[in-house]
């Protein structure tokens, strides 16, 4: 998402190569329980994204923040059909000075439960993401807020670090922007669901009437919502979790629910491709996937008895001659990723090809020879024994058989042997930040489209991967560039960060997603929540 005020940093265009993943749509005959804020019955949605929190301080995945897309309010928000920020419960938000900007609420916003929506919450809000900084939260995107003070009861001032922040607009949009109630939250700590949960803290489009984690949730929509996105089409939402996507096809397939929306496998996206009930579209995203290296527990990694950085790097660098992203792309995915060779997908502005010229063949394929070398270089012994770390439940079903031939190449040659595990989302998401995993899987769903938002949140020190990656002039760099408002300044600025990360290889970039949705009669707005926005609305569905 980009906004009004970001000068060099606007989005021209958005790829077709980008992706978000597979939508499907179909009629639901029997879950018509509930009268549509624009007509039809209620919707039910079905996923295999798992919540890990809904308190906007407590995670930062894209099964989270798909709750908190619909009930919480966004001071700026992205209207349907555009990656541009604008305000959404704001009546205004703009520079007031280099380091300082400024919001005005709309007057007489109040959250469900009648509590006052004030500057107050605001200032709360973006006090306690920063001070309770959770290890699975989204404050790495505040990094350029200073503080916050709230003058009067509708205008909120942003004081920043650096001046002329040209990504502070659409982090006011991203996991980090959602406002909460101070009355239900607490300051220093994350606030249990079933908390947020009775005491109703919602301004959003939804309000949450019952919520089972995991299993089922229940929305109807906020009458006193006041903000850019208008009044749902839909008046009652029911979103059911899956443990299984095979059980997500087959209860599209029967009609049972209305929409299934992630994670369906490339194989059961080519099946419903032939199903004269559903229809295949194309829209805009930006997911990625890729491995992340722990600097501190991967094989010579700072904290191992064989701590040794030059073989730790050669390490790493191998691995990246050694993957062939089109074999990954092609056999596993069918063609639905394509291969990504640098941290800013392609279609971006800034988006460069810096691991293809770096690693392999020097055009994108494998090259055992080179890895060979590499490691030969710096004395590592061979094998390499890696301890590798996949998820099988939250990037979607194809993740075994992606991280089984990433397993097979690595270990081509005999250079590598690769231990292969796997861990749920739930305890994953915990373990990945608590130094558990030498390497493993993770993917990105942008929270705005911007080259930032692929570096930024990777590669400051106090970065959301939590890996020990410090490069203090990456660093300088990824700060310069986001104040720089000539934008062939900042694209230059944005390529020399792909470079030298690139040679560091905090993170090995594997696939970048393409676009699939299916939408079956019966059921519209299927266009509108694959956006540029990238974000999901159940509101823009009806029936």
């Known amino acids: 998402m980009t906004s009004a005020h970001n000068g060099g940093r606007r989005l021209l265009a958005v790829s077709a190569a980008f992706a978000a993943a597979a939508l499907v749509l179909a009629g639901c005959s029997g879950n018509n329980n509930g009268s549509g804020g624009g007509g039809g019955g209620a919707i039910t949605v079905g996923t295999t994204d798992k919540i890990t929190s809904i308190d906007p301080a407590g995670s930062y995945d894209n099964g989270s923040f798909a709750v908190m897309n619909q009930v919480y309010p966004f001071l700026l928000n992205t209207p349907y059909g555009s990656p541009d920020v604008k305000p959404d419960i704001a009546e205004s938000a703009d520079f007031t000075a280099p380091t300082e900007y400024t919001v005005k609420l709309k007057p007489g916003l109040k959250f469900a439960n009648g509590h006052d929506l004030t500057s107050s919450d605001v200032k709360f809000t973006f006090d306690r993401q920063i001070k309770i900084n959770d290890p699975n939260g989204p404050a790495s995107l ?15 001032v942003f004081k920043l670090k650096v001046p002329n922040d040209q990504t502070f607009p659409q982090v006011l949009s991203s996991p980090a922007g959602p406002i909460v109630d101070e009355q239900v939250f607490s300051a220093d700590k994350v606030t249990p669901d079933n908390t947020i949960v009775k005491g109703h803290p919602f301004a959003g489009q939804y309000d949450i009437t019952s919520y089972d984690f995991n299993n089922l949730i229940a929305y109807k929509a906020y009458s006193g919502y006041k903000g850019l996105l208008g009044k749902p089409a839909t008046d009652k939402v029911n979103v059911k979790y899956y443990a299984e996507s095979s059980n997500l096809k087959l209860d599209i397939q029967k009609a049972a629910i209305d929409v299934a929306f992630r994670s369906l496998s490339a194989t059961d996206v080519a099946s419903l491709e032939n199903n004269n009930k559903v229809k295949v579209v194309k829209g805009p995203g930006g997911e990625t996937r890729y491995i992340v290296f722990n600097f501190n527990t991967q094989p010579f990694g700072a904290t191992t008895p064989e701590a040794d950085a030059k073989k730790a790097l050669a390490v790493r660098q191998a691995a990246a001659d050694l993957v062939d992203r ?15 060779y640098s941290f800013v997908p392609d279609g971006l502005t800034g988006a460069t090809t810096v691991l293809k010229e770096l690693y392999g063949d020097g055009n994108g394929g494998p090259s055992l020879d080179k890895a060979k070398q590499t490691l030969e270089a710096a004395g590592v012994s061979t094998p390499v024994s890696l301890n590798l770390q996949y998820n099988p439940d939250h990037y979607g079903p194809s993740s075994g058989d992606e991280y089984a031939l990433v397993k097979e190449q690595l270990e081509n040659g005999g250079l590598f042997k690769v231990n292969l595990q796997s861990t749920e989302w739930v305890q994953y998401s915990k373990d990945r930040t608590k130094d558990v995993y030498p390497a493993y899987q993770l993917g990105w769903f942008p929270d705005y489209s911007d080259a930032d938002n692929y570096l930024s949140p990777f590669f400051i020190k106090e970065n959301f991967l939590a890996n020990h990656y410090d490069n203090p002039e990456v660093q300088d760099l990824i700060a310069k560039q986001a104040g ?12 020399e960060i792909q470079a030298k990360v690139g040679a560091d290889l905090s993170t090995l970039p594997l696939l970048q997603g393409s676009q699939i949705a299916v939408v079956a009669k019966g059921v519209s707005g299927a266009d509108k929540t694959l956006d540029p926005s990238f974000k999901f609305r159940y509101a823009a569905l009806s029936k």
């Open 142 to 156: 505040l990094a350029n807020l200073d503080s916050v003070s709230a003058p009067d009861k509708t205008t909120v």
């Open 326 to 340: 089109s074999a990954i792309a092609d056999q596993v995915y069918k063609g639905t990723y394509t291969p990504l």
């Open 484 to 495: 720089t408002t000539d934008k062939a300044e900042r694209t230059k600025l944005i390529e």
